[in-house]
């Protein structure tokens, strides 16, 4: 399938990225995205849909930029002059904004406002339609739940403080100069191409390789913390509808059901054959093995598989959030196809995947890198 729509992802090497730009030129897209350049190959995310520059009827490209480098922007949507900009780039790990407060604000703030406005300078405001990946860290401290798109926003890091910024850039742009900019407001999405620190995956790579006998225990931090996990496969269409709509519009994005940390554990484990049981509070609280089922690996029952580490603990936290996502259910027709549980399943059994190529290096000998997170 072809059309003639062109579009440029910002933060196509990350995990929404990545999908999205699988998910648009699966639809026909010729589909810019913007790299960082690094010392190391980070484009492993993208590696399957790159296409050779030489060949004819190229529909993918990637580009080197920066959020941070307006000249570089206002370059890159002057050569591509894209119908649609997906603006993903962004320091998104929340915990490290606390320590590049400035780097974040940078970046996730102004950042936003380089795109927005290398559009207006290109007087492509009435041709180019720009939808802003907000998040559901603007609730921060709990004013309501479930939360809607009238919820008072409430941020509780330099992240969530920089996305405000750019939640409301993305909103003052529409008002001012009438264009097509819009805000998905998305609650966590995770999958097996998420990032290896944030919770869930730092969670699934560790049941894996503890499964796999690679790895005994795994720190995490607050287990108390709950969030609405939905499936990246499922929010990277949701992005796409609100670009496709008669008006522009923000929405929030998300399964409508929350889950504490400890479950989420719980769950991953137990889908790795691994049951486990919670003792203790706070900083002392830990995981045991109760029993295991068709693995591999001996796991006495009793040995501890979790434990707190409060160095994890962020100095302002964000306790529940829980999405509403009635509007975009009605006005885009959008509805989440997979469940928490259909996610931890498709997680761990990547990662078991991935991790037994690790086990037969180590069983032959090979040293593997170890992972110490
Ligand atoms: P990732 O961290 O996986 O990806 C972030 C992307 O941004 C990467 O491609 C990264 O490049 C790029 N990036 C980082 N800094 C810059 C910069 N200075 N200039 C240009 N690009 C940069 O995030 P996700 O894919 O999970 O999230 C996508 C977006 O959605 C982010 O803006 C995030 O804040 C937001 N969001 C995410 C949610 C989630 O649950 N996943 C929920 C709500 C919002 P590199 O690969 O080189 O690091
Ligand atoms: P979050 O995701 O902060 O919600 O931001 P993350 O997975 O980092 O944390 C979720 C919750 O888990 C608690 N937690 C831990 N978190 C991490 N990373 N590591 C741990 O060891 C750990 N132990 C407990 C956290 O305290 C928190 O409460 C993500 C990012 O994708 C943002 O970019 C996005 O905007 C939001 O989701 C919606």
Redesign the pocket.
């Known amino acids: 399938m072809e059309n003639n729509k062109t579009a440029l992802i910002?933060?196509?090497?990350?995990?929404?990225?990545a999908y999205l730009a699988e998910f648009l030129l699966n639809k026909g897209y010729m589909v810019h995205g913007?790299?960082?350049r690094?010392s190391l190959l980070?484009t492993e995310r993208v590696d399957h849909l790159y296409q050779d520059p030489h060949e004819q009827n190229v529909r993918f490209r990637m580009h080197y930029?920066?959020?941070?480098d307006a000249t570089n922007l206002i370059r890159i949507i002057q050569e591509t002059q894209p119908d649609e900009i997906y603006n993903?780039?962004?320091?998104?790990?929340v915990k490290v904004s606390f320590d590049i407060p400035e780097y974040a604000a940078n970046?996730?703030g102004l950042?936003t406002l380089r795109i927005l406005e290398a559009i207006r300078l290109l007087n492509l405001t009435h041709k180019t339609r720009v939808y802003q990946?907000?998040?559901?860290?603007l609730y921060g401290l709990v004013q309501e739940v479930p939360q809607t798109e009238g919820t008072p926003f409430y941020p509780r890091s330099p992240y969530a403080v920089a996305?405000l910024y750019g939640y409301w850039i993305t909103v003052n742009y529409r008002e001012a100069y009438n264009m097509y900019a819009c805000n998905g407001i998305?609650?966590?999405?995770?999958s097996p191409l998420?990032?290896e620190t944030f919770v869930t995956r730092k969670i699934t790579r560790a049941v894996a390789r503890i499964a796999l006998g690679l790895q005994d225990k795994v720190y995490l931090g607050n287990l108390d913390a709950k969030r609405d996990w939905g499936h990246?496969r499922d929010y990277v269409e949701a992005m796409w509808l609100i670009l496709q709509q008669q008006e522009p519009d923000d929405y929030v994005i998300a399964t409508g059901v929350t889950t504490t940390v400890r479950d989420f554990a719980r769950m991953a484990f137990a889908e790795a054959g691994i049951e486990i049981t919670f003792e203790g509070k706070g900083v002392n609280e830990v995981a045991r093995v109760v029993k295991t089922t068709n693995i591999d690996h001996f796991l006495a029952p009793g040995k501890v598989v979790l434990a707190v580490d409060p160095s994890y603990f962020r100095p302002t936290e964000v306790d529940l959030l829980i999405g509403d996502p009635s509007k975009a259910m009605t006005k885009l027709h959008w509805k989440p196809k997979h469940t928490v549980q259909d996610l931890v399943k498709d997680m761990v059994v990547a990662d078991l995947k991935l991790f037994e190529r690790d086990r037969i290096l180590m069983s032959n000998g090979l040293e593997v890198f170890k992972y110490d997170e």
Not at 65 to 68: C, F, K, P, R, V
Not at 88 to 93: D, F, Q, T
């Open positions: 910002t933060g196509i090497t990350g995990q929404d990225g913007i790299k960082r690094s980070n930029g920066d959020l941070t993903l780039g962004a320091m998104s790990h970046t996730d950042g990946a907000s998040t559901s860290e996305k998305l609650f966590n999405h995770e998420r990032g990246a």
